[in-house]
């Protein structure tokens, strides 16, 4: 009697040592499933995360090299020599000189002018039209220079077409000043193609 009742345990032990076997087994492969998941999860959103990187680094590197010629500004060249001649607040001053190019991080107008000996310079921002810096000096040499008549200058933006017309590359920069001749000219400066210089009031091509 007593044999049967040890076997009768003996065998409920091991239905519930099989059952919780099983189980056991169970989670371990419910354990492995999620854990595989898991992983594939992380490879995904890893994935996605390069490959958001490199469309934002490639973003970026096409905005690096897309040149002024394409970018619209807020402050034109008329409006930065109005803010040139507004900062130093003398009546009659000439522009003899103007540059557009990146500084710091920012597209600036460097503009130089002359009044009565004395030589004036001044960077405005191109987005926010802010006075940057401004310089005045003496200068005896203000004689010899020779002031821009803005109403003759084409527009840069017609400047740098004409200049990437049969030309490789992006405008970097640009600059309005007098050549060794005595005209005004803009000097385009082609990063990856041959720089320009042309007339500034007919846009022929002087130089390339």
């Not at 905005?63 to 930065?80: H, M, N, P, Q, R």
């Not at 006075?131 to 040499?141: A, G, H, I, N, P």
């Not at 640009?174 to 000097?187: A, M, R």
């Amino acid at each position: 009697m007593k044999l049967n009742k040890n076997l009768k345990y003996g065998a409920s032990a091991l239905a519930l040592a099989l059952l919780l076997s099983a189980c056991s087994g169970e989670n371990a492969n419910k354990a492995k499933e999620d854990a595989k998941d898991a992983a594939s999860n992380a490879e995904i959103a890893i994935s996605q995360e390069v490959s958001s990187a490199k469309d934002k680094a490639e973003e970026k590197v096409d905005e690096a090299t897309k040149g002024i010629e394409g970018k619209e500004f807020k402050v034109s060249l008329d409006d930065a020599v109005n803010k040139f001649k507004e900062a130093f607040k003398v009546d009659g001053i000439e522009v003899s000189s103007l540059e557009f190019d990146e500084d710091d991080g920012k597209y600036v107008y460097d503009i130089k002018g002359f009044k009565d000996g004395e030589e004036f310079e001044a960077k405005i921002d191109a987005e926010s039209g802010e006075v940057l810096s401004k310089e005045q000096d003496k200068d005896d040499d203000t004689k010899d220079d020779m002031a821009i008549d803005f109403t003759k200058v084409k527009a840069p933006k017609e400047a740098m077409e004409k200049a990437l017309e049969n030309n490789k590359g992006y405008v970097k920069s640009y600059e309005l000043d007098f050549n060794d001749q005595g005209k005004l000219v803009y000097e385009i400066d082609v990063e990856n193609g041959d720089d320009v210089e042309l007339d500034a009031e007919t846009l022929d091509i002087i130089q390339k």
